[in-house]
């Protein structure tokens, strides 16, 4: 049966890093984040805009997959014009597999994380029937990751925000059994392991080796040093300016391991940690 292969999560944990890695196992398509799911639960149409504009520059976003073979006018607007639906989007990665030939196809949306058990549920008899599904969750430290994020979306306001209720793409646990109830073929790569340079697990998950590991601005953690790779700018940037990250203080440090203190230990309860980097998290 064909594999699909999609990224459960979580964003600012390293996905444009694991994607170069694995750009020879899984092709996925014209987008590396096509966030089609999240528009078909959410009804979301919005997403038409970032469609058209990904048209007008089809390989800027996506270098490394510019051989997506050839299509016709009418197989690209099935899936760019048509209404959001579950058999478009199985449509459009058989098409993907058949036009590249690659050993796999994938989903690489972070936003896959969040959605919800009742959406899982109403996609996951079709998806499983057309596809071998394979689910890779990346997560990286919780306080670290949760850190990053707050200088996103909470530019000057960081530590106010570090300080607030966490979001819901904090509690992997629960983001992981959530998929695993519905896909049961689920994988954890945890970020401090994988570009450290331990890739058997996944390797094997995958079925196929990994040749090259590319390098990722959150390993080793850098903190205020974070390095600016080019090609990772969703990395170190957002909104189109880059981040001036803060060190974590010994302080910040000490208030994150206490809040996130029952999301380590449901964590542990899964088998979810570094097995490699033990003082990572």
């Known amino acids: 049966m064909d594999n699909l292969v999609i990224l459960a999560g ?3 944990s390293g996905t444009a890093s694991l994607w170069y890695s694995l750009k020879k196992i899984i092709h996925t398509g014209h987008f590396r984040q096509n966030k089609y799911l999240q528009a078909l639960e959410k009804r979301d149409n919005t997403i038409r805009s970032i469609f058209n504009l990904k048209r007008k520059m089809p390989y800027q976003p996506n270098r490394h997959n510019a051989n997506v073979g050839i299509w016709s006018k009418e197989e690209y607007d099935d ?3 048509n209404e959001f639906c579950i058999e478009e989007y199985i449509t459009y990665y058989k098409r993907v597999l058949e036009k590249t030939g690659s050993p796999m196809v994938g989903d690489f949306s ?3 994380a969040e959605l919800t058990e009742d959406f899982l549920c109403d ?20 306080i670290r990751r949760w850190w990053h994020q707050s200088h996103c979306v909470a530019r000057r306001h960081e530590i106010e925000h570090f300080k607030t209720d966490l979001s819901d793409n904090c509690f992997y646990a629960e983001i992981y059994r959530k998929w695993r109830t519905f896909f049961p073929n689920i994988h954890v790569v945890i970020t401090e392991d994988f570009f450290a340079g331990h890739t058997k697990e996944l390797s094997d998950f995958l079925g196929f080796p990994i040749d090259n590991v590319h390098r990722c601005a959150f390993v ?4 205020s040093n974070i390095p600016h790779y080019p090609e990772l700018r969703c990395q170190w940037r957002c909104n189109a300016r880059p981040l001036v990250i803060k060190d974590l203080t010994p302080d910040l440090l000490e208030y994150g391991r206490e809040a996130f203190e029952w999301i380590y230990e449901d964590c542990h309860a899964e088998g979810i940690y570094p097995k490699y980097s033990l003082n990572a998290w």
Request: proline residues 6%; negative net charge.
């Open 10 to 12: 979580t964003e600012h």
């Open 123 to 142: 996609i996951a008899d079709k998806l499983n029937s057309a596809f071998n599904v394979k689910i890779i969750m990346l997560l990286r430290d919780p």
């Open 220 to 223: 080793p953690e850098a903190g």
């Open 79 to 81: 899936f760019y014009d």
């Open 110 to 112: 972070d936003y896959n």
